[in-house]
């Protein structure tokens, strides 16, 4: 295999990769910050409920949630499956991102001091605005360090998308080198996704400085 | 700030599409049955009718599910296709019956679950029946293997015997570690007891590399990979005359889909017949292995 045939093959599953990664992102981050309302409820029940959630997606290997979330369809209801790999693997990081993600929300949200709650109540801010236009800016300067570790992660985690035969970047590396039985493919793999995190690295940077008013 | 978030929506969105289009394109270019097709393992069965274990007559598609890390019988070739004897052989079949083949790639250790829930309708890769008769219902055998130990040429290696007090790799889930854990009739458990070390690898490109590293001293595998990887690799490598076994390969396919599995049983035969089993054969250099024999 010519090496341009191989960096075209790499690029392809690249494209799959960055489709986990984006759609992960963009399902967690959300979903992340509503467990973390949750997780701080005053109802113990619904409280309770999001902390065995939270516990449970950390408590266990990302592998066997994606498996789980793929396969359980059918395990349930034996329905066909088919069209469900993609949506599965979507599924799976995303719970299992947002899990991550709550935490840290929570971490931010709680470092907030309450002077800041009993001004706003003073200044006449309903709780919503409080959180939306006060409370909220403040914690995302403060948790974007945080966020950025876990989703350089999340880039190298889209590999588990293996296990449900997803022709992600890595597994296609891994059949080129079946097939070349040369470690070249592994290596341009490592560019790649070093060159994304890069990226992203510098992403998110930016965002960090852009936010870093008051100092 | 607002820009900025704006850009990053719009790259977002930009990489989510081109994901879904990537994969949904090649269900209308079903034709080409190659890469495109099976890089969209998941979505281009979109267009299959749906249930695999509905009426044969109505089938249009043919799923074949395949370890793409198992040259010669299914890997990526050099156009960065997936290939081998086993998937031109099923694409033959596929002709005859007016299916379209789906390779879709799975990860082997899950090929259990892939077959049961109807992800793919058959597994056709250098896939071994002795051993499995329970839980598949396979086809005729089409090749006769033999699992056989790889070791470098200067070890001084040349018997099982030799293997004593060494450590021996070999493929998780593969048909070799089943062998070699067997302590029914036939079975290799009594050989494996003398080895210093049973390592299972997830690839046999890391096997070779600690083979060649010397961290482990032989590698248990399928005769037909054997032979293609020391082909690859060069020379340091040699295959002990002492099989572990003889075996056979055979389509494998969900236990009770007999009706599936009859009508690709008349094609082996037919393609055996009319010589396209031993062209294939000839093109993957296993001629010397095929078990299909013309009437």
Redesign the interface.
Known sequence: ??FS??L??LS?GM??T??????T??LSLPLGLFVSFGRMSKNPALKNIVKIYISVMRGTPLMLQL?MVY?FP??LFGM???????PAIIIGFTINYAAYFAEIFRSGIESMPVGQYEAAKLLGYSKSQTFIKIILPQVIKRILPSITNEVITLVKDTSLA??????EMF??A????????T?TPFIVAAIFYYVFNFVVAA?ME??EK??SYYR | ?KK?VAI?AA??LA??V???G??SSSSSSGSEASSAS??A???A??S?S???TTDESERTTF?V?FD????PYG??????EYTGFDLELAQAVCDMEGWELVK????W??KD??L????IDCIWNGFTMNGREDDYTFSIPYVDNSQVMVVAEDSGINSLADLSGKIVGVQAASAALTLLQSEEEGGQKALADTFAELQEFA???SA??ELQAGSIDAVAMDIGVANY?IK??GEGYKILDEALNTEQYAVGFKKGNTELCDIVNKDLEELTNNGTVAELAEKYDISDLICLEAE
């Open positions: 295999m010519s045939t191989m075209m093959q392809s494209v799959k960055t489709g986990i990664f984006f759609w992102i963009i498996m396969y059918y395990l066909n499956i088919r069209t469900f790999r993609f293996f296990s449900l035969s997803y022709m597994t296609v891994k059949q080129i080198v079946a097939k070349e039985a470690f992403v930016h965002f852009k936010l | 700030m900025y990053l790259v977002c990489f989510g081109s994901a879904c990537s994969s099976a890089s393992s998941g979505s069965s979109a299959a749906g249930e695999a799923v599910g793409a890390e198992y040259p890997y990526m070739d050099d156009n960065g879709t790639p799975i990860n250790d899950s679950m892939e049961n829930s109807g992800s690839d046999y490109n070779f590399v990887q690859t690799r």
